[in-house]
């Protein structure tokens, strides 16, 4: 598996919230900043773009907030590939801080490579961004092991 | 039930990114915003976390993109309450946009009710506010048929 970069975000004042922690969508800007990073680095990046009409369009985010980010920390964001196929890649990220041991938040997209025009449609990657996306991607030992992950989302109860 | 106001925002030209669409983040900022009027609206508002030093933590976030939002949208955020229990509360947003006639997009999140101090702690909800937001709640069925809703984000192949 080769490394990805690491991104790093310095929080700004206006996007802390009313509790005194960075607003929750914030986190999401991060990520999506991360997953730009993410992008550049396996190749999918503004001359791809250009050169192929081909992008990425995210079908789904899962954030689980796990510790209180304050207007004075620095985020880090660690992205994993989880997992790849011909035209999407399942993308873990990892918010760390230095105030903490623990991650603050995880994330998790759905990323779909898609060549667009007056009809968008779903594409297959080039196979040598396939090979870099396949070279990236966490065993599947340590891709069922990261977390906490996406789920669906429900209240349970305790029985009393 | 009792009706949930409907969140209305008019999009920036800063959340526009390089593909023409709304930001995956700025969906969630939208969503974001909408919480703060639901939470208004339910009594959570910012003179309750005054009096009360109680406030909501969102613990997760499932976002579901459906179709693409221009920056000449103009999207609309109607909240439903799929569930609550005595501290929390899983709330469902559904986005519109003129447009088009199916949903643009659908997010789940689920909040925790917290009481701020020197050691933030999940407190249940004060009597009249837990009776509203159990006279928002949706019926059982149609919380179980809202969606598309939140789900462990994987690949599933084909067999070939």
Chains 1, 2 share one sequence.
Not at 56 to 62: D, K, N, P
Not at 103 to 126: K, M, S, Y
Not at 129 to 134: C, G, K, V, W
Request: proline residues 4%; aromatic residues 8%; negative net charge.
């Amino acid at each position: 598996m080769s490394a990805l970069p690491v991104y790093r975000a310095t929080l700004q004042a206006e996007w802390i919230d009313y509790n005194g922690h960075l607003r929750d969508a914030h986190y999401g800007l991060v990520l999506s900043y991360a997953i730009d990073d993410f992008m550049d680095h396996v190749g999918l990046d503004a001359g791809y773009r250009e050169r192929t009409a081909c992008t990425i369009y995210t079908l789904e985010l899962h954030m689980n907030y796990l510790h209180e980010v304050k207007g004075s920390d620095e985020l880090e964001v660690a992205s994993s590939v989880l997992d790849v196929d011909r035209k999407r890649i399942h993308v873990g990220c990892r918010f760390t801080c230095r105030r903490l041991s623990e991650p603050v938040a995880t994330g998790e997209v759905l990323l779909l490579h898609v060549h667009q025009g007056d009809r968008p449609a779903a594409v297959e990657f080039p196979p040598d961004i396939a090979r870099t996306l396949e070279s990236s991607k966490l065993s599947s030992d340590a891709s069922a092991a990261w977390g906490p992950g996406s789920r669906k989302i429900e209240l349970k109860r305790r029985k009393s």
